[in-house]
């Protein structure tokens, strides 16, 4: 059975910093994506990571926030660094078994429950 725990959201002033992490069980390799959603607008990928480490990252974050793992624990993390208030949202981590894949968020199999992540100006 796979389950995804994240934590790490909070409250931040603007150019602070946040790390959020997803725990990831019942895959032996995989993909994690971290996506965030405003609501009314669409949920954006921010970035991803699979377990031989390669990575992708949103032009928005990229320079600012890092996607990294902990193979062996299945925890990726995702440092967010200079936070603006443009990047609150509900943070969601995703994972798939097929790491080999640029996965879009449509075809990510498992989603965790969310995180609030809030920057004041």
Sequence with gaps: QVHLVESGGGSVQAGGSLRLSCTVSGYNRYVVGWFRQVPGKDREEVASINTP?????????????????????????????????????MYYCAADPRWYALLSEKNYEHWGQGTQVTVSA
């Design 53 to 89: 480490g390669r990575q992708v990252y949103a032009d928005s974050v990229r320079g600012r926030f890092t996607i990294s793992q902990e193979v062996s624990k299945k925890t990726v993390y995702l440092q967010m660094n200079s936070l603006k208030p443009e990047d609150t949202a």
